[in-house]
């Protein structure tokens, strides 16, 4: 099956600091990639949508200057959240869309999941 | 636009119990519907889905049949496991709206051995 991977799986950073996510898709190739973050016991929330060699359309509420996106490559989507603070602590999943043989371009395939917590 | 609701909260079965989820949803379109799993400290997996209305999605034991004259898309087991404790997401996705997957709250079971 498709298998999507997140590097790196917790990060540990300093206040002010900027941390970088990497998302790939190992074995298909994403013409979608989608980035939700995760509080604890609650559901994802899509902060963005990001389409190879597009600029990532964000959701209401989302800073796109803060939470830069950049989708270069059909394998690869990049998350970095810059000039971090405490309240941006949370779990950073990336979801993966696309074909990938006999899968429909309709699966969307997770990450593990990066857990960030911003001292 | 669209939405997802679910049974609230946490399910606490017995092993062997029978198993009820309640998914029910909201969309102008016509959605493919989801279930997915997530295990403490990872991404949510697919755990089953259904394409279209009257579909019916399986897998390990569960399923969860595609009601559209409901907007229903309950999840159910016979006999639950405790290795099945885990969060269930129930999500439906419209073949418009920019193909985005919407989620409900999730449904965290925990079967009591």
């Known amino acids: 099956g498709a298998v999507v991977s997140q590097h790196p799986s917790w990060v540990i950073c300093k206040s002010g600091t900027s941390v970088k996510i990497e998302c790939r898709s190992l074995?298909?190739?994403?013409?979608?990639m989608f980035w939700y973050r995760q509080f604890p016991k609650q559901s994802l929330m899509l902060m963005a949508t990001s389409n190879e060699g597009s600029k990532a359309t964000y959701e209401q509420g989302v800073e796109k200057d803060k939470f830069l996106i950049n989708h270069a490559s059909l394998t690869l989507s990049t998350l970095t959240v810059t000039s971090a603070h405490p309240e941006d602590s949370s779990f950073y999943i990336c979801s993966a869309r696309g074909l990938a043989g006999a899968l429909t371009t309709y699966e969307q395939y997770f990450g593990p999941g990066t857990r960030l917590t911003v001292t | 636009g669209d939405s997802v609701v679910q049974t609230e909260g946490q399910v606490l079965p017995s092993e062997g119990d029978s198993l009820i989820v309640n998914c029910s949803y909201e969309t102008t379109q016509y959605p493919s519907l989801f279930w997915y799993v997530q295990y403490p400290g990872e991404g949510p997996q697919l755990h089953l889905k259904a394409m279209k209305a009257n579909d019916k999605g399986r897998n390990k034991g569960f399923e969860a049949m595609y009601r559209k004259e409901t907007t229903s898309f309950h999840l159910e087991k016979d006999s639950v496991q405790e290795s099945d404790s885990a969060v269930y997401f129930c999500a439906l996705r419209s073949h418009t709206n920019a193909g985005k997957s919407t989620f409900g709250d999730g449904t965290t079971l925990t079967v009591k051995p």
């Open positions: 074995d298909f190739q994403a013409t979608t």
